[in-house]
């Protein structure tokens, strides 16, 4: 089984490498590490850092040595991080440390959630029904889009030589997501939100358009219900069985169904094109929640173009994750790597017993891996509790 922490390259900076891996082999029991290979903005509580307790790492940067060559046409460039530029390259030493013996590598990326490269390629990010830019989201339907998340996967594949590489974001992302200082004074139902998440830019409606899907009728739609959202004085639930009723509950509007079944296309081709031109050696598998289909992320078609999954099972009852594990093996296949991502933060893992209990179904015959989130941002006691919970 791999057993794996989703990590930042400034833990390792900070902490030192024998320190990482000390606290990952001997601590935690783990055989793997997941190392940020790029990244968004955030603000980050790092509690076992000796040189910041609150970090601020530079919006949609990458965390690797990029190959020029691989990107000198490209519309959309990168911008390696400063931490690396400044303080070496972390993941090319974590790959020589596994070539002499240590952890196995795996590249958790990021691949369209980026605000800095979205304010600078407004072109390239979603759009909602009125035209508003998501800048935060780069549209997986736009070529300059497609192309930058192909570059990054092809260079840092084939550069490192990783055991896995993790897509992170290769998907139409929520109208909430955390942005800087959102507001919300209307008070917007999950249905809501997930139709001012939809993309209607037109790169989407173009390439909806070639498959025979009007996108304008269905733009047209949710603009028109997104309106009537504006004007209410208090929040009214159009669809009160949204999201449990999935897609269904939108076949009564024939036009609109059909481009939210279309909208699945642009992300499980892009998936398709990252294994393609991914390492073969290096295995793609894709970070998905249990509504990843929100998303557009249709697990089955995806499951078919790359070679697995990590099903992220937070805010779950053992039960619930006990669920999610049978259904990502039915619907991906017995052939396929399955995962289950875990996030060790308070209160959802209140104590070693809870995490135990939450672990325990994800250490069935069927599931070939687990992810821990994430090493520098909980103590260093949390890293004994995921010890006392693998099997020895």
């Not at 549209?139 to 550069?159: E, F, G, I, Q």
């Not at 999201?243 to 699945?264: C, D, K, M, Q």
Request: some cysteine.
């Amino acid at each position: 089984m791999q057993l794996s922490m989703w990590t930042y390259p400034w833990d390792i900076q900070d902490l030192g490498l024998e320190t990482v891996e000390r606290d990952l082999v001997e601590r935690a029991g783990l055989n793997m590490i997941s190392l940020a290979t790029s990244y968004h903005a955030g603000r980050f509580l790092q509690p076992r850092s000796p040189r910041r307790k609150a970090y601020f790492p530079e919006d949609g940067t990458i965390y690797f040595k990029p190959t020029a060559a691989r990107w000198v046409s490209l519309a959309i460039q990168p911008k390696v991080a400063d931490v690396i530029t400044e303080g070496g390259d972390v993941l090319g030493n974590l790959v020589r440390r596994r070539d002499a013996g240590g952890l196995r590598v795996s590249c958790w990326t990021v691949c369209l959630h980026n605000t800095r490269l979205g304010m600078l390629h407004p072109q390239a990010v979603t759009r909602n029904a009125f035209g508003d830019p998501n800048y935060y989201n780069l549209c997986p339907s736009h070529p300059d889009a497609r192309a930058y998340v192909r570059a990054l996967v092809a260079d840092v594949t084939h550069s490192y030589r990783p055991d896995r590489i993790e897509l992170e974001s290769p998907s139409f992302m929520g109208f909430a997501h955390e942005y800087h200082h959102e507001k919300d004074g209307v008070g917007l139902t999950p249905e809501d939100d997930f139709l001012l998440s939809l993309c209607f830019c037109p790169s989407c409606l173009a390439r909806a358009a070639g498959a025979g899907v009007d996108g304008e009728a269905a733009r047209k739609r949710v603009g028109q219900w997104i309106a009537e959202t504006c004007e209410r004085a208090v929040p009214e639930r159009r669809f009160p069985d949204f999201p449990a009723g999935g897609l269904e509950v939108f076949l009564p509007w024939p036009e609109l169904h059909a481009y939210l079944i279309w909208r699945f296309e642009p992300v499980t081709s892009l998936v398709a094109e990252l294994r393609e031109v991914a390492h073969p050696a290096t295995k793609v598998v894709i970070i998905d929640l249990k509504d990843g289909w929100l998303g557009g992320c249709d697990l089955a078609a995806l499951g078919k173009v790359c070679d697995g999954a990590i099903l992220c099972a937070y805010d779950m009852q053992a039960g619930d994750v006990a669920s999610l594990m049978a259904a990502g093996r039915a619907t991906l296949g017995a052939e396929k790597f399955l995962g289950a991502g875990y996030r060790l933060f308070y209160p959802e893992m209140a104590g070693p017993d809870i995490l135990a209990a939450k672990v325990r179904p994800a250490l069935a015959p069927d599931v070939d891996g687990i992810n821990f989130y994430n090493y520098g941002l909980v103590p260093a006691a949390r890293l004994d509790w995921i010890g006392a919970t693998l099997p020895v």
